[in-house]
């Protein structure tokens, strides 16, 4: 069996909050390697520290202590300048409130990225054509978010974190807005991305069927990794 | 009750930063109000104060004309009727005189008066508390302002000319520049005993003049017709000693910027408290739908809402009291200090001053913040306790109709309304300088949108992606609506203030623009003397003119002042005279000398509804003449109401003296200095325009100054709006920038985009505040127009200043954000909806 290069790895991730004078480590030393084109869920309890390791593998957070490497470099230790780039360029997010900009309209949303890349929009004009067209939003695309439904926000979230072709896509509770019936369309969505554009896929989910998109389950609890299922 | 007292506390305590910011918007905005109304009264009084001069308590003057020769006539206390109507009386003898020092020369105005009768109606105030005692023989007081100039103390002696002879004087006391020693022009009174200065004079027993106070319940009028109907108007000039009614038009219009300070004050911080009101009644949705779910009515929600307005109105009302003391008094001392002539400004507080400020607190408060309120309360329970409430959008559509109409209502307006109509003028003006503001805050959302649209194009050939996106942002950006409404009012204001401030100054203390005169000399003067004046050396032009004031009538009203010349171009000339039309200057310029005509101002025509060709009977003492009005002037150089040929003055009124002449000369101070030697002792008023304009400049700036200072408090509440618009926007400002950083922007990123943002809202409300000024100006001159002769120059660089300003406070209004966006965590901002 041919193991797959990995797309990113988190050594010994310690996070400690400080609240106050009292000071909490949400994240215990987790380390794990996330292979290229896995799907991965990360499940576990409110406050059990998923979402901040979602965020610090995603560079938006730094960890207290250890590294998180990606092509072999730690992207912890990158300056804000970088950090930027890299989420602009390598990797796309999608949150669970959708957190498009509301006076812009969808094509506008989703070329941001390229927008603060410095790129010019014209020129991925058959690229954003194409990712409207896979997140089903080619009619929607001059109307600002507070025009569409909750489900059509997540799908230009997802429009928006595919436009630079990112290698990972990090997804934080991508249905935990959304009624059961759209937030299975997102999954699928988000799977057939996973499966078609070989995209490496991190999401964090409470939800058991959300999780059971992914082709590898981490549990978290106590900010620890309590269980890995393939 | 003491739950919802104790709920209305805690939130007031709970947001302090808020609290401060809407209590210091209305204490600003009442104490700007406060010290407007109080400058007014303060400067009228100041004014009356300077008029009087060394009048005092009296009203009326009395004085006796020259004799056929030129020579002065003394006036005795005798002459005077003995009438129940006359309170007080006090002659005065007066002469000019000369004191000289290395290089300086000095003009001095010599008063003489008894003591014991001058303290009856204006005691002279002396330095230090002193009191004059023995005040006889070569004794003289001079004011503080004078002595300190040339080093000269108690005890000195002080050396004068009067006439062409040298007088030494010893100093008997220093006198502060009030009482007898205020004047309204450059140059020192000084006190002399009376019998000294009329042995100087030999004017046996007579004076200069006599000063009279009326009586208790008799007005100034009614005493000076009594004494002009008893003493034979031929000897006697009977005057009043200041125009009261004049005094009061003067202040109110110098008064005319500090109310506009007070009008933008109060439109801004209507403003910041309605918007304050928007948030605080969005925060406060969970409160109104838990009260509402228990039972309290929409009535009762509002109530308990507005309640918490009226205090911050209130507190903000009694705050002002002492603040607006403090600011008044500082001003007034600046004033005082910064006058020329040193005058102590009187501080003038009615009780309805306080009230009116105090009430104006309270309702602006709790009108501005009733709409935002009203509409919180009468949302649907259910919406509130499920947090489904939507705003709601009225159509852009609507909203441009709407406010296009109003702006073009509100530019409209002043224009159409008849010129004439007074109260109805000035409340289409009042009308229009809201409706302007109002419209342009309905219409700035849509204003921004094209302005974005615009910009994105040029930013993004300029400053790339991140110009775009800020251009872009700006759109549907109700952060940006706030402050560039906030920006525009008090750019606004500033701008406008600054011009009409400006036009108030020139206007007031340069009256002479225009007039072709370099020089003037007001006395009783004959024709032999105006013929010496003429032969003078270097002096080009004289014109003499016949001056009777208070002493002619016509049909149903009376004439204040008749000026009569044989050569009516240089008239024109000199004084410039406007006229409706070329037409009419050059009939006025062939036929004025040859008939009985007559030139009216325009506001004489207006008043009394004459017209050009009709005929007027001029009574003089129990004889009529018919004149034939030939033309209708307006002048600021020239105070008189009618103008007619110097032949008719003559045969009709049989005047034989003239009571003034202007001159032009290139060198008009030597001239001056030639004239007055010809006077000698005589009384006269002589001044170069220069001298004029430099004494009158010194006065009205210094009145002007305070509104200079006042306009930075309208800054000052610009900027606290602004910063409150900082404060309840910044969540929303903060998640924003979150999003971006979410998806790559970078700290260098968010401060070029965040500083682009701040240009472009200082931008777009620096042109709208210069636009909107601009119309506000026009509405103000339409307004004031019928009243003022001249067309105000519009400084572009006041505009340029006032607009540059605007985006300094924006871009520095966005090192706030772009701060806290550096140091944000990000996390905790995109995590929570």
């Known amino acids: 069996m041919t193991k797959m290069p990995v797309a990113i790895e988190g050594e010994n991730i310690i996070k400690d909050f400080k609240i106050g004078d009292t000071v909490t480590r949400v994240l215990k030393g987790i380390s794990l390697q996330i292979p290229k084109g896995e799907f991965l869920s990360i499940m576990g309890p409110s406050g059990s520290g998923k979402s901040t390791l979602l965020y610090i593998l995603g560079g938006l957070d730094s960890p207290t202590n250890g590294s998180v490497l990606m092509g072999g470099k730690d992207i912890s230790r990158y300056n804000d300048e970088k950090k930027s780039v890299m989420r602009r360029r390598d990797i796309g997010f999608i949150f669970q409130f959708y957190n498009l900009i509301p006076n812009l309209n969808v094509e506008e949303n989703v070329l941001l990225p390229i927008l603060l890349d410095g790129k010019n929009a014209k020129d991925y004009r058959k690229q954003l054509n194409n990712i409207l067209e896979i997140v089903g939003l080619t009619d929607r695309r001059n109307h600002t978010p507070r025009e569409l439904s909750g489900g059509q926000q997540q799908r230009v979230a997802i429009a928006r974190a595919l436009i630079n072709s990112p290698d ?5 509770e991508p249905t935990g807005n959304l009624d059961s019936k759209t937030g299975t369309e997102i999954m699928k969505l988000l799977k057939e991305i996973n499966r078609e554009s070989d995209k490496t896929i991190i999401m964090v989910t409470h939800s058991a069927d959300a999780a059971a998109y992914g082709n590898r389950i981490v549990s978290v609890r106590d900010g620890m990794i309590y269980n890995s299922n393939s | 009750m003491k739950i ?5 506390v805690n939130n007031i305590k709970e947001r302090k930063l808020r609290t401060i910011v809407m209590l210091l918007s209305i204490v600003l905005s009442s104490t700007l109000l406060f010290v407007s109304m109080a400058i007014g009264d303060s400067y009228e009084s100041a004014q009356q104060k300077m008029a009087k001069g060394s009048a005092g308590t009296a009203t009326v003057e009395v004085s006796a004309k020259q004799d056929a020769t030129g020579n002065t006539v003394w006036v005795s206390e005798d002459e005077i009727p003995q009438t129940a109507s006359i309170k007080n009386m006090v002659g005065f003898i007066t002469a000019p005189a000369l004191y000289n020092k290395g290089s300086y020369y000095e003009n001095i105005d010599l008063i003489a008066a008894n003591l014991n009768e001058l303290n009856s109606i204006n005691k ?13 023989g070569s004794s003289i007081v001079l004011p503080e302002k004078f002595t300190t100039k040339y080093g000269i103390k108690p005890g000195d002696t002080v050396t004068l000319t009067i006439g062409e002879t040298k007088y030494q004087f010893s100093l008997a006391a220093i006198a502060a520049y009030d009482t007898v020693f205020l004047r309204s022009t450059r140059g020192v009174n000084a006190l002399l005993p009376k019998d000294t200065l009329s042995s100087i004079l030999n ?9 009279i106070v009326p009586s208790g319940g008799i007005s100034t009028e009614e005493l000076k017709s009594e004494l002009s109907s008893s003493l034979l108007s031929e000897k006697y000039n009977v005057t009043k000693v200041y125009n009261e009614t004049q005094v009061a038009s ?33 925060e406060r949705l969970p409160v109104i739908g838990t009260f509402r779910s228990i039972g309290a009515s929409e009535k009762m929600t509002t109530r308990i809402l507005l309640f918490e307005s009226l205090i911050y109105g209130i507190a903000g009302g009694l705050l002002s009291i002492p603040l607006s003391y403090g600011i008044l008094k500082l001003i007034l001392n600046g004033l005082g200090e910064s006058l020329s002539m040193g005058i102590e400004i009187p501080m003038v507080v009615s009780p309805l001053n306080i009230l009116l400020s105090c009430t104006v607190a309270v309702s602006v408060s709790m009108l501005s913040a009733y709409l935002p309120i009203r509409r919180a309360s009468r949302l649907p329970v259910k919406d509130i306790v499920l947090g489904t409430v939507e705003e709601k959008n009225i159509s852009n559509k609507t909203k441009l109709i709407f406010g296009a109409v109003l702006f073009i209502l509100s530019v409209i307006l002043p224009r159409v309304v008849n010129k004439n109509s007074g109260n109805l003028l000035t409340l ?3 009308f229009s300088l809201l409706g302007l503001i109002t419209a342009t805050i309905i219409i700035i959302p849509m204003l921004i949108n094209l302005f974005s649209y615009v910009l994105e194009q040029v930013y993004g050939l300029i400053f790339g992606n991140e110009g775009r996106l800020a251009a872009r942002n700006m759109k549907q950006n109700k952060n940006a609506s706030q402050n560039i409404t906030l920006l525009f009012i008090s750019l606004s204001a500033v701008i406008a203030i600054s011009v009409i401030g400006n036009f108030v100054s020139s206007y007031v203390g340069d009256v002479f623009h225009g007039a072709g005169l370099n020089g003037f000399a007001q006395a009783d003067m004959s024709e032999e003397f105006v013929n010496e004046v003429k032969s003078v050396q270097g002096i080009d032009n004289v014109l003499p003119i016949y001056q009777l004031t208070n002493e002619i009538s016509t049909d149903g009203f009376d004439l204040n002042q008749v000026e009569a010349v044989d050569n009516v171009s240089l008239y024109n000339s000199m004084l410039n005279i406007h006229y409706d039309s070329e037409q009419v200057k050059n009939d006025v310029d062939t036929s004025f000398a040859n ?22 009977s001029l009574a003089y003492h129990g004889k009529t003449f018919n004149y034939r009005i030939i033309g209708a002037f307006q002048s600021r150089a020239d105070n008189s109401d009618a103008v007619i040929p110097a032949a008719y003055v003559k045969s009709d009124f049989g005047v034989q003296n003239y009571g003034m002449l202007t001159y032009t000369a290139a060198d008009p101070d030597a001239v001056m200095v030639q004239i007055r030697n010809l006077f000698g002792n005589k009384t006269n008023w002589c001044r170069t325009i220069e001298e ?26 610009a900027a606290v709006g602004i910063i409150n618009n900082l404060l309840i926007n910044y969540i929303q400002r903060k998640r924003s920038i979150a999003m971006y950083k979410s998806v790559g922007m970078s700290n260098r990123q968010n401060v070029k985009m965040t500083l682009l943002e701040g240009f472009t809202s200082g931008l777009i409300g620096a042109v709208i505040g210069m636009f909107v000024s601009y119309m506000e100006i026009g509405t103000i001159f339409i307004v004031a127009g019928p009243k003022i002769l001249v067309t105000p120059e519009l400084d572009a660089g006041i505009f340029m200043m006032a607009g540059l300003a605007g985006i300094i406070i924006t871009l520095l209004g966005s090192v706030v954000p772009i701060l806290k966006g550096s140091r944000m965590k990000l996390v905790e901002e995109i995590k929570f909806e």
């Open chain 2, 4 to 8: 919802i007292l104790k709920y209305i």
């Open chain 2, 203 to 211: 004017t046996s027993g007579g004076n200069s003049k006599i000063l």
């Open chain 2, 692 to 717: 004029f304009n430099q004494d009158a400049m010194s006065t009205v700036s210094s009145f002007l100054e305070p509104m200079r200072k006042l306009t930075y408090f309208i800054l000052l509440l």
């Open chain 2, 250 to 282: 003067d202040a109110k219009q110098k008064s005319l910027p500090f109310y506009l300070i007070s009008f933008f004050s109060l439109t801004m911080s209507a403003f910041i408290i309605f918007g304050s009101y928007k948030v605080i009644t969005l």
């Open chain 2, 428 to 430: 289409a003006g009042g």
């Open chain 2, 124 to 136: 002279p105030r002396l330095l230090n508390g002193a009191t004059l005692t023995d005040f006889t």
């Open chain 1, 168 to 172: 990972i896509i990090f997804a934080d």
């Open chain 2, 595 to 616: 008939e009985r005509n007559i030139l009216l101002t325009k506001d004489c025509m207006t008043k009394h509804n004459l017209t050009i060709g009709d005929t007027v």
